[in-house]
């Protein structure tokens, strides 16, 4: 839940870098309280739980954004590839390419978006 809460606290900060458990652990959490309105959708039909979703997406969309900018430059890469889903015709490859950048480990040492945020923690 730090993790989590590490994010929002981050709420539009788009510079700098995120590590990846940051990244993943936000992600996850997402996922679960989605699949979980979801699942109440299913069995509570009515619109108080697509209203909660839909303000749920909207209260999560900058932090998502914003983290994933971070966790891209933590990769050494711009947060301009964080469009590459929206390429038309090649959503699914790019989306599993972003997948494949945000699994990738951290470029060691300092870049032009920051120190290491793991070699910080580890001092």
């Known amino acids: 839940m730090n993790w989590y809460m590490k994010v929002l606290r981050k709420y539009a900060i788009f510079t700098g870098r995120a590590r990846r458990s940051e990244f993943w652990h936000f992600m996850l959490i997402n996922i679960v309280v989605l699949a ?3 699942i109440a959708r299913m069995a509570f039909v009515g619109e108080v739980i697509d209203i909660i979703a839909i303000l749920f997406c909207l209260a999560i969309l900058t932090p998502s954004v914003a983290v994933c900018v ?3 430059h933590d990769t050494g890469r711009s947060g301009w590839f964080g469009l590459l889903p929206l390429i038309p015709y090649a959503f699914l490859l790019g989306a599993v390419v972003l997948i494949v950048f945000m699994a ?5 040492g300092d870049n032009k978006w920051g120190p290491n945020p793991k070699e ?3 001092t």
């Open 120 to 122: 910080e923690s580890a």
């Open 70 to 72: 971070r966790r891209l």
């Open 36 to 38: 979980l309105l979801g």
């Open 104 to 108: 990738e480990d951290s470029k060691p």
